[in-house]
């Protein structure tokens, strides 16, 4: 992870508590010295982990203000039969220790589902975990939130307002749903600007739309996935109305690069794929071509074999469920048109085979006509090392 | 592929006329003696293959009266210039030789998408394929139409009906939409029943929603996928209307058993899963959730690896888009139950495991409570072959 300009008023803490194996920090603590203004994204699978449900909960009663989060990796404390107490009891211990209301904490986790999570390995490390707050910690929070994924994932932005400067920073864990009963997608963006709470939650929902809500790794939507905006307004700085999307699209671009970290890392993937679609009848439309392109095991199997395999593409196109003339579709690949009026277009085979080599692929899916809507997606190509990963983590 | 009792009044046929390049037959021949009743099923992609745009038009035109069914593979007649040209001469030539109407006669075709499909190729071979049509040549129809799919998949049944026997019979191809830039399932099925053909159409649905549209290899649908189905009346039996259903479960199962014959023989499966939900909220909703378990990544390669990770299955039935509660739910994986009321149920690791091993596992998804919804899907084990053949195509 680069280094960043970090938010003002947050504090940072990390620590092994024996959730997972292995002994790497698993505990993790985000605290802003005043409560901040808080918006969430959570899970919609049916099937809701215990912090999922409490976060949520906790969100509603706070009336969106939020002075910790707390995080475990290695236990998604998801259908389990103490999971609802674990939650509760420990978010609320932690409230005690910092002198914050109960539903101002907000539990995450990752991790196993399926397994009970024993409340006392968090319980009896709170004391430390508080002690341990410290302002630059950040990168270890990125670390500890990590289960399967390789990479520590953070951004961060700065921006330059009339009345100042106000920081963003964040940190997010993937990769998919992709591990054996282990949940996934967690992500947690700090920002020192004065945002108020039905602002923030708005600006949370539009750049939701076009960062975690555009990306696929396999598919598949877990249990707990929770991605959390704190604004705590430490800079003092408040966006004049004619600024606030100054703010917003860099705090969009800071959740496109927290959740493109999450595709590039996922598992077995070599290659992160760029899926970009223009002339749909609508943004809807073309997010839905875009998304089923990126779903397509063999559109993602074809670029881990850097084959320009422009046919599977429009194919999945034409499943996507919505209306397009498949005769006006252009296909380009790595700047390259390999199908122009859906018929196949002439192209170098042996540059194009090294130009998909690269660890960044481009496919434009471009609609002749009169149609407006675009969107991008991002997925990874899908490679044996997914299968093997996923096929045999229990044997 | 087993031995069958043909039904009478059909012949068939097959040659190689160059289309794929290994010399093994690539077109095949399906006629009846007389002008069949037609009932026929289509890919809903909206890139659709010349063929399938004209047996559609052809369908429409003879009031599905159809005489023959021309099939060649190797080439998907898709996303090419010459594509309707090619379709419309060679059905032409074939209905003139053949003294049938041009409508009468039906094009399928599967394998690469977006070359050109040399029409002389079919044309100077059709003369053969009309002179070596016999009886007995259903199997060699199997062969000839598959592409990167390994086993011939066929199908048989015989009905003793109160006024006589008739007989039933189908051949299929695979195995998904798998194939880089290949074009796939394609079913025939034939039989010598009097069955009147509007009847025949809705018998058709029917039974294509629990057979066809019940399988699932990667979720990619092709630009190609065609299942038609011939009643000739040779058999001279008309199932009396009290028997109809006995004919159509019949059908049904036939349809069924090619279509899972399609599944288990999926690039890279090793085992065939089928995937039973019930006490969903209606059927519709049993075949969201079924489908969507089928379709998961994350279970496919678990099944691969013999994991028995109810975890995920749980997951992506979460994600099915239906109303279900989780605590209510069982989940049964070759007859031993892994989750109870949501929840881990203890069971035999080593005994599992082997279990797993076989080549054909059940999972059963069991939702307690009111609901009378059921379904069927059958999927397969997701392998690293999958990817390595798919992969590594054009390399």
Known sequence: MRPF????GFKYSTTYAGIRKTEKDDLALI?????AAAAAVFTTNRVQASPVRLARANMRA?????????????????????????????T????????????????????????????NLILSKLQTLCDGLNDTGLPEVARAILTTDLQPKGASREVTLRRGIVRLAGVSKGSGMIHPRM????????????????????????????SFN??????????????????NGASGVRPDPKEMSVFEES????????????????????????VEVHGAISDAAAGQIARTISNSPLVKTAIAGSDPNWGRILCAAGYAGVNFDPTQVDITLQDIKVCR??????????DMKIRLDDTDVSIVFRIAGKGKGSATFWTCDLTEDYVHINANYRS
Chains 1, 2 share one sequence.
């Open 62 to 90: 706070s009336k969106g203000v939020c002075g910790a989060i707390l995080i475990n990796a290695g236990n998604a404390n998801c259908a389990t039969k103490s999971g609802d107490r674990v939650a509760a009891s420990t």
């Open 214 to 231: 555009r990306i696929s790794v396999d598919g598949d939507t877990s249990t707990n996935d929770t991605l959390i905006v704190l604004a």
């Open 92 to 119: 609320k211990a932690l409230a005690k220790i910092l002198k914050l209301l109960p539903n101002q904490v907000l539990p995450a986790s990752t991790g196993v589902i399926g397994i009970e999570l024993d409340e």
């Open 5 to 8: 300009d970090l938010p003002l």
């Open 251 to 274: 705090l969009t671009e800071l959740l496109q690069s927290l959740a493109r970290q999450i595709v590039r890392d996922g598992e077995g993937a070599r290659k992160l794929i760029a």
């Open 31 to 35: 605290v802003s010295g005043v409560p």
């Open 183 to 210: 949940a996934t997608t967690l992500a947690f963006a700090m920002t020192d600007a004065v945002i108020p709470q039905t602002l923030l939650r708005r600006m949370l929902m539009r750049a939701t739309e076009v």
């Open 341 to 350: 009026n859906g018929l196949a277009a002439p192209f170098d085979e042996a």
